[in-house]
């Protein structure tokens, strides 16, 4: 019994070492894998953050630059993922300034954010545009990095002050066949022009909203300033509005196109003719002023955020109890569309090919006007 005893001990022993040994080995290898997982996870959270914190250097340089920063800077900021930056992308935000600038009841309108999603994307914009004060003299400094694109007349570029100001709106308003279109399409060729030329370096963009767009016409002045007539066509984006909505429709892809390549200028031409014939009688005023406020606005985020010059047209309507002495025609629009613009010019007739131009209202330049001129290469310097 004692030697069977002792066996039994033996073989027990033997056992419990079969089994241990294997068990101690597969424990082994267990942590070993935990420990290169580990490892590995720290590495891809080192590289996440290195490409995080170069993302944000980047962001913060384009900013610093002052050229729009692209929305796609905020993927995997604050938690942000690409199906948040799509979404946003889709409605209308391709940079981080519209974000900036749009109010947080837009934002918590997209399907897919949550209020707290929203919250965090204001949080990391905040971080990346400077949103609060500054000193007048570093908006001084930072105001002369704006282009004036010029208009091919020189008295014209003189009255204002060296052409037509990037990053904000100017009106141009008058009766018929006073220019105003004339002066869109030698726009849309002059901001083609480099910087030393007076120009923007840029593309154009052009909704027609009255089908007086002629491709010719850009072809005739691209060949008065020695460009190629070919590459000025393909440098302008045509867009045809057919209605209200539709124009406000066109802005949006304006944004889109905008985010991908160099754009000088917006013309707009003109920015109320749909708006007469969409709403009428003083029942849908209200609604035609919201509605027209909206586009305006879009189209002065649009030029802050590209630096880029906007101009529309609009056109008038006579007043026959105009007192004697003062001009019988005003712009339409109302309100809404006097404070929209930066700059207002009103054009009249002169004498043949001649025409005028006056400061309606400018918060820089001084009441005046000057003569100039419509030729078959576009606008240029009166001729007696």
């Known amino acids: 019994l ?13 056992c419990r070492g079969c089994l241990t040994m294997p068990g101690k080995q597969k424990r082994k290898e267990d942590d070993a894998e935990q420990q290169r997982k580990r490892q590995k996870a720290d590495e891809e959270a080192a590289a996440a953050a290195a490409a995080q914190q170069q993302q944000q250097q980047e962001a ?31 409605n209308g935000f391709y940079t981080v300034e519209s974000i900036a600038y749009a109010p947080k009841k837009r934002l918590n309108g997209i399907n897919g954010l949550s209020e707290k999603k929203v919250a965090k994307i204001k949080e990391e914009v905040n971080r990346i545009i400077p949103l609060g004060f500054c000193t007048a003299k570093d908006y001084h400094e930072a105001r002369k990095n704006q282009l004036s694109i010029t208009t091919g007349a020189r008295e014209l570029d003189r009255l204002l ?46 909704i027609d909203t009255e089908g007086t767009f002629r491709p010719q016409r850009l072809r005739d002045i691209a060949i008065r300033y020695e460009l190629d007539p070919e590459d000025v066509l393909d440098n302008v984006a045509y867009g045809r509005a057919h209605n209200s909505d539709h124009q406000n429709e066109l802005l949006i892809q304006a944004a889109a196109m905008m985010a991908e ?9 003109s920015a109320t003719a749909l708006y007469r ?8 005023l209200a609604a035609r002023q ?7 606005r879009a189209l002065t985020n649009l030029a802050e955020e590209y630096g880029i010059a906007v101009i529309i047209s609009n056109q008038v309507v006579a007043t026959p109890d105009a007192m004697p002495g003062t001009t019988s025609i005003k712009p339409i629009g109302g309100n809404i569309i006097a404070h929209a613009s930066t700059t207002r010019l009103f054009l009249r007739k002169g004498r043949g090919e001649n025409r005028i131009c006056k400061i309606f209202d400018s918060p820089s330049l001084p009441e005046a006007e000057c003569q100039f001129a419509i030729f078959e290469d576009g606008i240029g310097d009166a001729r007696d």
């Open 60 to 90: 913060e340089g384009e900013a610093e630059d002052g050229g729009p920063v692209p929305v796609q800077f905020l993927e995997n900021q604050g938690g942000l993922k690409a199906s948040d930056v799509k979404l946003l992308m889709d």
């Open 161 to 206: 002050g060296g052409g037509f100001e990037t990053g904000s709106i100017t009106e141009i308003f008058g009766e018929f066949r006073t220019g105003k279109t004339q002066l869109c399409h030698t726009l849309c060729v002059t901001c083609q022009l480099p910087v030393d030329k007076k120009g923007g370096e840029g593309r154009a963009l052009y």
């Open 2 to 14: 004692k030697l069977q005893f002792l066996y039994l001990i033996a073989y027990c022993r033997a």
């Open 290 to 296: 919201q509605h027209l406020a909206q586009f305006l």
């Open 261 to 269: 390549s160099r754009f000088a200028l917006i013309v707009v031409d």
């Open 277 to 284: 014939t969409d709403y009428t009688g003083r029942g849908e």
